[in-house]
């Protein structure tokens, strides 16, 4: 009889655990579902976003165009790089040793020598880690140039969500041997492989940093969104403020040596009479300004010119 109590309650105890082990498999299989199902969709919208802005881009997209939509741009035709201030931005904000890794967002347009640009939209999120999409369907193509089957990027956007955020870091390998600058992301584990984005050239021509007054009819100052919720914005300057600016710029010694900020605002020159895109960009710190010229380097503006350029600025923006 007493036997028979002791497996009585050896049996009720096993049955109990039984019931305690089976709600925790279902309630934490629940969780686990859970959080794989929301990691699914967020890729899913993700993925969409990305191909969202890409699919907002003109198809009859210039070099100039793209430079003043604040793009990193490699334009082969004329060899001439744009913001690249932008790349260096990213790179700081998202590489594998950044002080501070942060999510940031950057297109990337590299035009071929025939003048046909192939368009990246490279993110980085905290959360996920790199994201690329690439759209080479405004590249030109012949069956005789390609062997085979056409490769998926040249007829609908390609999109990698598998760049995880522990495993990768971004890098920029300037080979002066080939005077080739080289964009990739690069695998810090063997599980994982390097991928290459694009190349552009380390042989730039520089760009004359003075204006002529006279070649320029008028100048729009662009406003980036720096920061989620920002709208863009572009205006155009009147007469005076346009003197105003042309004197400034005219006034500065550009140097190499960048401090490596966030251009917040771009000058684009417009006329009638010949293309004058030279790429200014304006560094807000205080106050007080830098103005970058791609491959000319970085000025630094005078007191009395910041509080200038504050004018005009705060009267738009």
Excluded: W
């Amino acid at each position: 009889m007493k036997n028979k109590k002791v497996i009585m309650f050896i049996m009720v105890i096993v049955l109990i655990l039984l019931i305690l082990y089976i709600c925790y498999i279902t309630k934490n299989g629940s969780i686990l579902c859970t959080n794989q199902d929301d990691k699914v969709k967020k890729l899913a919208d993700v993925e969409e976003n990305y191909k969202m802005v890409l699919n907002s881009i003109a198809r009859e997209l210039t070099q100039v165009e793209a430079a003043e939509k604040g793009y990193f741009v490699y334009d082969a035709v004329e060899n001439k790089v744009y913001n690249k201030d932008v790349l260096d931005r990213f790179v700081k904000n998202t590489q594998m040793n950044a002080t501070n890794r942060i999510s940031d967002e950057i297109i990337i347009v590299i035009y071929n020598i025939e003048g046909d640009p192939t368009i990246y939209n490279l993110g980085y999120i905290e959360s996920i880690g790199y994201i690329l999409a690439e759209d080479a369907t405004r590249v030109h193509i012949s069956k005789t140039e390609l062997k085979g089957e056409i490769p998926k990027q040249f007829y609908e956007i390609v999109i990698n969500t598998n760049i995880p955020s522990e495993h990768y870091g971004i890098a920029i390998e300037e080979n002066f041997g080939f005077s080739t600058g080289i964009i990739s992301l690069i695998s810090y584990s063997e599980d994982y492989k390097d991928i290459e984005i694009a190349r552009y050239s380390l042989k730039i021509d520089m760009v004359d940093t003075k204006i002529n007054p006279n070649e320029v009819t008028t100048i729009d100052i662009y406003k980036t969104s720096m920061l989620k919720g920002e709208e863009e914005k572009t205006i155009t300057l009147n007469q005076e403020e346009t003197r105003e600016i042309i004197e400034i710029i005219n006034s500065l010694d550009f140097k190499e040596e960048t401090c490596d900020g966030i251009c917040k605002y771009y000058i684009n020159l417009n006329s009638d009479e010949k293309e004058l895109y030279k790429n200014y960009g304006i560094e807000v710190y205080s106050n007080r300004h830098h103005i970058t010229l791609t491959a000319n380097g970085e000025a630094i503006v005078t007191k009395e010119q910041s509080q200038k350029l504050n004018k005009i600025l705060e009267k738009y923006f």
